[in-house]
Every structure is written in structure tokens, then in C-alpha cells.
């Protein structure tokens, strides 16, 4: 059976790093962008790294584009935006695309193991499901993401076990990363 384990994906370098690397660890996969709205989730993205990466927590950074042109920067600038503004440790790799033809395989396998369920409920939930999905019209069936900050909770045998879109609240996400890693000791 497949897992995050099975694939490779680029540093900032463009060197490539197997997710092998980070076996027996929770990951949370996140694709990011420096210009969107959500931005302000790498100050409790960083929070949680600080405070959970001794028991076992990786937080796997994916700058992407793909959304209303939100991360517009090189690797470097993107990088040093993060450092400087939310002070981010957590690894940061290689800017990818995350839907369409040349999606990452990553990512792809990600949405596939853990489908878009929607938004959730509300007038805002709702305005950002006509937006992303006029965004992603365009990916047709490759339209994995539907938006920045959609998060993949990975366990320690490398099986993905929620998704957390970008509108879910940054509690509820601690709270599950908090749960598996006390659950998987």
C-alpha cells in the first residue's frame, strides 16, 4: 500500500529530499502562499512546530501559486518573508503546483486519500467555495486543492488521516495534531 513515504519531493535548492526521511513522524503537509488571506496561519503553523516537533511533529511547507497569483515570489523571497514576518523553522520546499496537468504527485495522492469535502457552513464558507471553485474551473477534475492553506494530516506510518481546509479553524487542527501524536506514542 502506498504512502507519503513513497514519493520525493524538492527543497528550496531543488534538491530532492524522500519523504522517507520523516518516517515514524505526524506530518502536516500544507500548500502556502505569502499574499493570501490565510497567510496569517504560519503564526499558529509556527506555534505548534515550536511546541510539538520534540514529541515527534513535522510541518512540510509547499509554496503554490495557483491561487489568484498569492505567491508570486522566488523560493528565497518566500522563504525570507516567512522567516522575517511569522519567524517559520519548519521545513520549506521547492514552490510547486498543486493542481492540473503538472500537479506535484504529492499532492495529488494527498486529495486523492483525502477528498475535498467542502468548506463548511456559513455566508464566508460559501463565498469561498464560488471563489475557489471559479479559480479551479480551469483543473477540471485536477482541481485537487481548492485552495491555500488546505493542510493534509499525515500519521507516523506515513497514511494520510484528515484534511483541513484553509477555513477550518487553526484550534480544531492542533487539537487533531495534538490527538494523533498522543494517540500514536
Same mark, same amino acid.
Given at each position: 500500500?502506498?504512502?507519503? @513515504? %513513497?514519493?520525493?519531493?524538492? %527543497?528550496?535548492?531543488?534538491?530532492?529530499?524522500?519523504?522517507?526521511?520523516?518516517?515514524?513522524? !505526524? +506530518?502536516? #503537509? !500544507? &500548500?502556502?502562499?505569502?499574499?493570501?488571506? =490565510?497567510? /496569517?496561519? @504560519?503564526? /499558529?503553523?509556527?506555534?505548534? @512546530?515550536?511546541? +510539538?516537533?520534540?514529541?515527534?511533529?513535522?510541518i512540510l511547507d509547499f /509554496?503554490?501559486?495557483?491561487?489568484? *497569483?498569492?505567491?508570486?515570489?522566488?523560493?528565497?523571497? #518566500?522563504?525570507?518573508?516567512?522567516? +522575517?514576518?511569522?519567524?517559520?523553522? =519548519? /521545513?520549506?520546499?521547492?514552490? #510547486?503546483?498543486? *493542481?492540473?496537468?503538472?500537479?506535484?504527485?504529492?499532492?495529488?495522492?494527498?486529495?486523492?486519500?483525502?477528498? =475535498?469535502?467542502?468548506?463548511?457552513?456559513? +455566508?464566508? &464558507?460559501?463565498?469561498? *467555495?464560488?471563489?475557489?471553485?471559479? &479559480? *479551479?474551473?480551469?483543473?477540471?477534475?485536477?482541481? @485537487? !486543492?481548492?485552495?491555500?492553506?488546505?493542510? =493534509?494530516?499525515?500519521?507516523? %506510518?506515513?497514511?494520510?488521516?484528515?484534511?483541513?481546509?484553509?477555513?477550518?479553524?487553526?484550534?480544531?487542527?492542533?487539537?487533531? !495534531?495534538?490527538?494523533?501524536?498522543?494517540?500514536?506514542?
Open positions: 500500500m502506498k504512502t507519503v @513515504y %513513497d514519493f520525493t519531493v524538492k %527543497d528550496r535548492a531543488g534538491k530532492d529530499v524522500s519523504l522517507s526521511e520523516y518516517a515514524g513522524k !505526524v +506530518l502536516l #503537509i !500544507v &500548500n502556502t502562499a505569502t499574499g493570501c488571506g =490565510f497567510t /496569517p496561519h @504560519y503564526e /499558529p503553523l509556527e506555534a505548534m @512546530y515550536k511546541d +510539538l516537533k520534540e514529541k515527534g511533529f513535522e /509554496p503554490c501559486n495557483q491561487f489568484a *497569483n498569492q505567491a508570486p515570489g522566488s523560493e528565497d523571497e #518566500i522563504h525570507e518573508f516567512c522567516t +522575517l514576518k511569522f519567524g517559520t523553522e =519548519f /521545513p520549506q520546499f521547492k514552490k #510547486i503546483d498543486v *493542481n492540473g496537468e503538472g500537479a506535484d504527485p504529492l499532492f495529488a495522492y494527498l486529495a486523492t486519500e483525502k477528498p =475535498f469535502a467542502g468548506f463548511g457552513k456559513g +455566508l464566508k &464558507n460559501a463565498m469561498m *467555495n464560488k471563489f475557489a471553485n471559479a &479559480n *479551479n474551473k480551469k483543473f477540471g477534475d485536477k482541481a @485537487y !486543492v481548492k485552495w491555500n492553506f488546505t493542510k =493534509f494530516l499525515v500519521d507516523r %506510518d506515513g497514511k494520510v488521516v484528515a484534511r483541513f481546509e484553509p477555513t477550518v479553524d487553526m484550534k480544531e487542527v492542533r487539537a487533531a !495534531v495534538e490527538a494523533l501524536l498522543e494517540e500514536s506514542k
